[in-house]
């Protein structure tokens, strides 16, 4: 440890975790898994090991019986088609064939056994992708514009800003012990494509005025986060230049590993510190690291686009597109993503975008391959041009895998959407999430309607139920108005009545809104 812990000097102050994580860091499980657990079996597991196997980025799924779910950074949801292929090669071997996009861009596979780990580290590796630190108390994925690069609307190109921060952090042990979770945001897109403020450090576009130049970089939120506690991320009045992130991101990272609280689980993210220090303190303490940084600049977001991208748009580069596919709740098959690989090198420059909204871009397309590349079979079902409510439904992983679920979430939420899609006429497309627990992964709390499960009692017993929360969003910078969590209704809805509750909901805003009036501001 090249560092002094200095929370530990108070070890009553520690949670019983914070304990485990002293006695043998997450980033040495790794090590075991390969060299003991993957030789001697699921049952030779210790609880405390399996606790790290987080830093793995592998979590038992449910029920516990030997399988896993593992989540491998795509680091601003961009990847070639050969890492597109060697993931679809993984789900086919190990993985029964699944794979889930989730809402921080990565991939997800399920049904893994301990014995698989080893050689699909191996394989991940050789197409240097990674799922060490993708869960854990640790600098997670970084989440992005998918779009950087080929971005008409953005700032600047932040792939390599992305991989500099993302080379420091993963594997280095300066940082693989921090209080809880650490989620970064980094895009230089006008539309907010990274869903800045949910972010606990999120780099934002930003212009300045430097020595008579207009520069440009960033501008600095902290403190965002979701879960049962939401926060928004809090705006520092600093600016940013692009070869001064890593550095700052050091110093943030630094300060929530030095002063995050390590007391209770569940008050040891950032936004519990930054909504104590305040953005001013924060500041103050981040430039005695850092040194001296510019104030803000003029901020260059100018709306919220949700991270979706269906159909088909110009890029930057003139003659060249993207085309935005739908994949209903995030999840497709090895053969699929096979296809969309072959598409990718066959019609496009190779790559394949992943999305916070949980769907799949395909970039690079010439004007004149767009009619070929529109007949490929595998866009029946994952369409660029999808049904409205399919469109805009998000899931989490929910019962079906995660323990920590307490109803079934993804195939609900399809045939919700689907049921919608044919019941309701609607001239807006409104964004619907579904969580199964109040961990907030499918992120209920920036969506048009959010739907949150829960249990009711019945004279049967306890059967599936949602809360229903309306209104969520996120902003667009100085411009616009701020960002709101979505508003709770009264009530709880019995799952098989979801449906047709939102029918109901949605008829009645039709009824009620205004001219010009949207959901969000109803
Ligand atoms: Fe699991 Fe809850 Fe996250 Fe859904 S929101 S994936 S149920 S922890």
Not at 349 to 359: A, E, F, I, K, V
Request: a negative charge; proline letters at 4%; glycine letters at 8%.
């Amino acid at each position: 440890m090249a560092y002094d812990p200095i929370w530990t000097a108070n070890p009553d102050k520690l949670s019983k975790f914070e304990l485990v994580k002293l006695e043998k860091d997450g980033l040495d499980v790794i090590r075991t898994i390969i060299e003991e657990y993957a030789i001697n079996g699921y049952d030779s597991i210790t609880a405390e090991d399996m606790d790290r196997f987080k830093w793995a980025g592998v979590y038992q799924q449910k029920p516990r019986d030997g399988h896993f779910m593992m989540r491998v950074r795509i680091n601003t949801g961009i990847m070639t088609a050969a890492q597109a292929r060697a993931l679809a090669e993984i789900a086919r071997l190990y993985g029964r064939e699944l794979i889930d996009i989730t809402t921080r861009q990565a991939i997800q596979f399920h049904w893994l056994t301990v014995e698989n780990l080893p050689d699909i580290f191996k394989r991940l590796e050789a197409v240097s992708l990674y799922s060490y630190e993708a869960c854990g108390d640790c600098p997670r994925t970084i989440v992005g514009n998918p779009l950087a690069g080929i971005d008409k609307n953005e700032l600047m190109d932040t792939t390599e800003i992305v991989e500099e921060i993302n080379s420091f952090f993963v594997l280095n042990r300066d940082f693989s012990n921090l209080p809880r979770k650490f989620k970064m945001s980094i895009s230089a897109n006008i539309y907010n494509n990274a869903q800045a403020e949910i972010n606990d450090l999120a780099y934002t576009p930003a212009v300045k005025i430097i020595d008579g130049n207009e520069v440009a970089g960033f501008h600095l939120m902290v403190g965002g986060g979701l879960s049962a506690k939401p926060h928004l991320a809090q705006k520092l009045d600093v600016f940013v230049r692009p070869e001064e992130t890593l550095k700052v991101a050091i110093g943030v990272i630094t300060l929530f590993r030095d002063h995050g609280y390590r007391e209770k689980r569940h008050h040891a993210r950032l936004k519990f510190l930054v909504a104590d220090w305040g953005a001013e303190k924060f500041k103050e303490e981040l430039i005695q690291l850092v040194g001296e940084l510019p104030t803000r600049g003029e901020d260059k977001t100018i709306g919220w686009q949700a991270a979706y991208f269906d159909g088909i748009h110009p890029q930057r580069q003139e003659g060249l597109n993207y085309v935005g596919l739908n994949v209903p709740v995030g999840r497709l098959n090895t053969e699929e993503l096979l296809q969309l690989a072959e598409l990718a090198e066959v019609y496009g420059d190779g790559r394949l975008r992943t999305t916070m909204s949980q769907n799949i871009i395909l970039s690079g397309i010439a004007d004149d391959k767009l009619t070929a590349l529109l007949q490929a079979p595998v866009l029946q079902r994952l369409s660029p041009t999808p049904k409205n409510f399919i469109s805009r439904t998000v899931s989490c992983t929910g019962n079906e895998f995660c323990s920590l679920a307490i109803v079934e979430t993804k195939k609900r939420a399809v045939s919700v959407a689907e049921y919608l899609d044919e019941h309701v006429e609607l001239d807006e497309k409104l964004r619907i999430h579904f969580i199964g627990c109040p961990n907030a992964c499918g992120q209920k709390q920036v969506a048009d309607i959010g739907l949150q499960g829960s249990l009711i009692k019945t004279p049967d017993g306890m059967i599936d139920a949602f809360d229903i929360a309306v209104g969520g969003t996120l902003g667009g910078g100085d411009l616009r108005p701020p960002a709101q969590f979505a508003r709770p209704l009264k009530g709880r809805v019995q799952g098989d009545r979801v449906a047709p509750v939102l029918v109901q909901l949605i008829s009645f805003y039709k009824e009620q809104r205004t001219a010009g009036e949207n959901f969000q501001e109803f």
